[in-house]
């Protein structure tokens, strides 16, 4: 009944946007689902990548299309209910036989459409920064790996330059994103010699709201004597209340940092920023870079929003890049078959708007920069530090021990995604 | 000057004149490489790394120059800026004045900001610190003796003294003298440092808490550990009691925001009996109309005014979110009386559908709310308990929203009739109270108090379509608690909550308090079945 009502509810909402799209399915289309939640709570961070797609989507065809076909995006709305991700993934590749998927946020939402990926055989982009500890032969993950993000962050704030943090709160939302993430950075932390009372873990319920104590907590652990940092993997909409509770317990960014790796240029957007001044965030992408290829990214998303005030932020820049990587491996193959078009992709190159060139690797994953930004007054990060090239995503965790052994490849011979030793498989479903 | 005359007397003077002015030329050289040293301080500033720019923000520092003070304060607020030619310039309200001169510089493109980190924050306040510790605004040099507690330096100490020994200003001269303290407890003899800890344990300062932390873990002399971990005891005795406060003010104010959700639905689903499940919307609408109301100020009316914004938003918040309240129960829930499932489900998919129109108008990101200056911040009350203006606020305006609601409730006709027909619907239609029309504007009334609510929670919350799904639960829990139907059941019910909550959270944690609290509720309710404050008479057995 709960289903049936919500479903009726944004059938009703949603129906401009369902006869906006075009339903007869002519033979020299190429069909593209995207596979985004357009309402309940995660709709906030979804949207934009939708809209993101739909942007390349119309710039391809401008360009005469994909193989002298045109190009036509079909777009889902999961609802953020993670069984219908399942369903409607299950949708797009049976009934409308897309070519390619580009969707999900959450972890949770990718793991429960990826059974029917790699059932149908179809082709995932998932453009988040996530925990790592997967590689599926049906996806590529496009979004920053642990050790893109999370160990580079806390590196950074162990170095001088960061301020010599050697006390640790690990806050973050319970669920599988932040505890794997924490458990990564508590081992790695460790290794670098951390003694467990210096690291202060807390979880919070999804969209907290009331961070009177948790504040007064991180406040009281930060005043023992040795230099404090907060790794935030808080989510979504619990960071606004977070963020407004430290500016008025008045937390300075330049006594106990807080270093967070959900919140970038869109979430800041909901915030009101003059007190946050200073404090960081940790991604492969921010919009104030300066490079030719993120203006044109800039002008081509204000061109397309008929917005200028609309920002950029690192997923969607995730999405562009898979986008271009999945365009540019289509024609190397000369087909949208996935088989083919899978074995293409690996290797393929982009010059992202970061100013690097991302890589495409075996394990599925991305080479990218790592980039530690502050937030400014007007609502943008100033980049304040950046790997010198683009970094190797592990799919499994090195400091983790039961992970550190399994390896991801999927060419010859390991043809795996956690394996111990090679398959010498072949490619075949 | 008569160097024309072949005078010999007036030779004489020449001469004379001559070495005055090499003796005035002498004296002025060193301010002259002064200004030199000032120029490439500055160009090192702009051009440098961080480690650079570290060195020149101490050389500033320690200059004395006044004008040091308003370039310092520049580089922190990010608007001293460099041209393309390497001119550096100091950016106020779209002109540019040079940081030296002060005079006023045409650019053709926009000037680049410098850029500073954390550890770079740190040195600048410290910088200004030693400027400032003879400014005459009694305010600044106390933030100058703080500071000082931030990076104590012992080579600062002979300034500290100097400063001490002028002060005047009781709470400046005790600020002085912790700085002080704190500074030989990084050198000094045993004695000296001892003294030091003596004088520091007497303050609950958070700052002063993480040095001797610091002296505790890191002294080699074992009396100056003991000492410092004696005087870390102290004011940890000191701050149990003060911490069990704070815990209690977290709390009320836990629930003054509890209260304030919870207030709205007391109307609809306590007085009246409706199972109200777009309750939570009308928070949001109240939210939204907040930053429709903003903007509007940011608009149209001068900056001075933009603080009273949210007062302004009260009264839209409230008409807001009552016609729409009015208008959903003219519209829908006056056919479903009587009948709380199709009421449950009705307002529930009223509930996705006011979700859904938001995005649609506003957009799926979060709005930008911004606080009041007169909401932003707060006091340090003592030991590091921080009492912040936007819990303060919304404390008294949830008891002042709960007090007004009570005397419409009790002392207006409204209120007369609202309660004959929730009492008794049927006599108070013979003896001739509009019964539809009270249920309207009752329906009205608990909406554009939840309306109101919203505009309260847009400063602590963030203002987005889903904000209502967050407070909904926790406001059906206040007022089952409470006592359906019983307004000071549901003050006491949230009062109860939230301190039961804060209470728990210190030792549970977040996740597993809540779940306590819960459990707690679910065990009341077995044996309470009507909340805390049951209502007596035929109105509950019908």
Redesign the interface.
Known sequence: ?RQW??T???A???L?LVSALPTAAAEDTIKIGVLHS????M??????LKDTVLMLVDDLNKKGGLLGKKVEAVVVDPASDWPLFAEKARELIARDHVAVVFGCWTSVSRKTALPVFEELNGLLFYPVQYEGEESSRNVFYTGAAPNQQAIPAVEYLMS????DVKRWVLAGT?YVYPQTTNKILEAFLKSKGVASEDIMI????F????W???V??I??F?????KTAVVSTING?A???FY??L????VK???T?VVAFSVGE??L????T??L??HLAAWNYFESVKSPENAAFIKQWHAYIKDNKRVTNDPMEATYIGFHMWTQAVLQAGTTDVDAVRQAMIGQKFKAPSGFEAVMNSNHHLSKPVMIG?I??DGQF?I?WQTKAPIKADAWSKFIPESAKLTADWTFPWVCGNCTEPKYGSYEH | MGAMSTDPAAMRVVTALRAVLLLLLLALVPLAAWAADLDETLAALASGGFEEREQAVATLGASGDPRAVAILQALNDGTLLVTEDKHIVIGKDATYLDALTGNAVETSAEPERIRVNNRLRNEIEAALAQLNLFSPDPAQRLAAASAVLHAPDPAGAPVLEQALAAEKNAAVADALRLALAATSLQSGDVAAKLKAIHTLSGSSDPEIRRLLGEVADTADAPQIKAAAAEALRAIARRNFIIEIGANIFQGVSLGSVLLLAAIGLAITFGVMGVINMAHGEMIMLGAYATYVVQEAFRAWLPASWFDLYLIAAVPVGFLTAALVGAAIERGIIRFLYGRPLETLLATWGISLMLQQAVRSIFGAPNKEVSNPAWMTGGFDLAGGFTVTWNRVVIIGFSLAVFGLLTLVLRRTSLGLHIRAVTQNRRMAAVVGIPTGRVDMLTFALGSGIAGIAGVALSQISNVSPNLGTIYIIDSFMVVVFGGVGNLAGTLAGAMGLGIANKLLEPFAGAVLGKILVLVGIILFIQFRPRGLFALKGRAVES
């Open positions: 009944m009502l919500k009726a509810g944004l009703i909402a949603g401009g357009l309402s309940g709570t709709a906030i961070s979804e949207t934009t001088k330059e960061g301020g319970d807390n979880y919070t319920p969209g907290q709201s009331d009177q104590t948790i007064a907590d406040k009281k930060a005043s023992a004597g040795k909409d960071n606004v209340p407004k509770e500016a008025n317990q008045g960014a330049k006594d940092p869109e979430e957007a909901g915030i009101d003059k007190n001044v200073g502050e400014q007054q100033d304040v």
